[in-house]
């Protein structure tokens, strides 16, 4: 159809012609976005399904993926899933029927979900993940490796009993380059608070490891959230930082410059993974690969350098 | 269209119908959401414009009208303006191109822009603005109102020299607010500090504060990004909040509980103004009307209460 209206050359028979110019008479057709759809089967938006785009860390991803979206033409339309249990809350069903050219998911969704989403037809692509994904193209943080050196430099300074805060489990990279590192140091685990990636799950983590047996000298937080809220339980109990605590968190986003003091963290590349996922949408290639981004620690104050 | 697509009954004429009837089997015809809009006229999404998706301000006004949205069946595509300096970058032009049922710009974009947003015919409010504009919705927070009660809180801890940190100039409403507040007190204005609305711009403006003539007992910010952006500027020249110096700033974020001390700041009802704005595209009533919301004082540590 796109090179009958388009072109008008020889190239498609005179009846056929006919057919297709009376059909746009009577249809009325415009040359707009909603006929380009139809034509070429092409929306230029591709959805893209955070867990809560209000959170610094996605709204931070968001704003990436629409700047390198917006220079390639395409639209996004990002929708939220925190709070519905199975990843199926009304606005990822209105994105299944909005025709999208593809799906980028940075979100934790249930297997059903991301079924539900690939049956579709839909190119998609995984971000923010954390392990390779049987017939889907993912890409993520390297977290076990962010977690080696963020528990290297602490170990630099000369702390022995470093806590995690954490929220996934034992299988958390994070988790397992914190537990890896003290090993590899011959020192024993230090304390687990588990809390939400929040700035409130980690206010109760830093609560609950102050309230506990063994208190650490250093804390290594997931995410810079945590490390926010683990500053203010600090601040609340008079605990000094980093003189009495140190902190190393995770994500490098920008709040964590402006907290007091400022947080030593692994930055992610979200720049820099936000045009590689559009350009897997764009132009795919194998659909199982998993990329790995590695991290890159920033030294502010918290972890006792610059005092 | 829609009546013979849908119905089929007699009321269309049999050879309109027969000629109908080739067309859609000629175009292709699937009833999806790019075939309802040419049918009917809507594309159940709206354009969302903001200066930047990431400022915690806009992320947390992004998702209350996300959530609003989807609870409605609709869709927001999301563009950002800021860099671009009159407004049209390559996602507004993006934009007008995808038929969206409504536009809410909360970004002050410049007349020119905002005049081939109307020209377009599409629907259009605002939000997050400051004053009515001639044919066109729009609602925002009570800045000179809140400003005031800022002010009446700092007046009431017993300040008399209070500086004003902002970007607008005299006209801004948070500027006369605490001019007013100031000249109605009997109190000479304070120093005034210019600076983005931003961490950074906060952090600018306080350090010029603290190195003028007049350094101020109390700081009155016009976000809580420039809050938080003075209380790093404090912190590194040791001055003790609210001890030394007392802040007050604007929005309500939920980084402005998380920073230290916690921000007493003046609360913008995002949530109701989000619904509302929905609401205006959805059930369009008079062109020109200006709603204004009024905001409520959070009372933290940073103004010298609960100490």
Redesign the interface.
Known sequence: ?SYTINSGTGAVAASTRE??E???R???Y?P????R??KIGS?K?FGVVVP?????FF??L??AL??AA??R????????VEGSPDGF???IR??A???VDGIISAAGISLSALAALSESGTPTVLVNQFEAVEGLPAIGPDLYGGARAAMEHLLWHGHQTIAFVGQAGPNDLRERGWRDALAAAGLPAGPIAAGAYT?EGG?HAGQELLAGDDIPTAIFASSDQQG??V??AL?EANVSVPDQMAIVSFDGS??S??????LTTLEQPVRTMAVDALEKLISPTESSSYTLYPTRLIVRQSCGCGR
């Open positions: 159809m057919r297709v009376e059909a746009i009577v249809l009325g415009r707009n976005a909603a006929a759809t139809l929306t938006m809560d785009s209000s959170n610094p709204a931070q968001g704003r629409e700047d917006a220079e033409g395409y639209a996004l339309i990002v929708v939220n809350g009304p606005s209105n994105l029927s909005r025709q700035r206010y926010v809220g500053l203010r601040h920008p709040e410059e402006y907290s007091w003091p400022a």
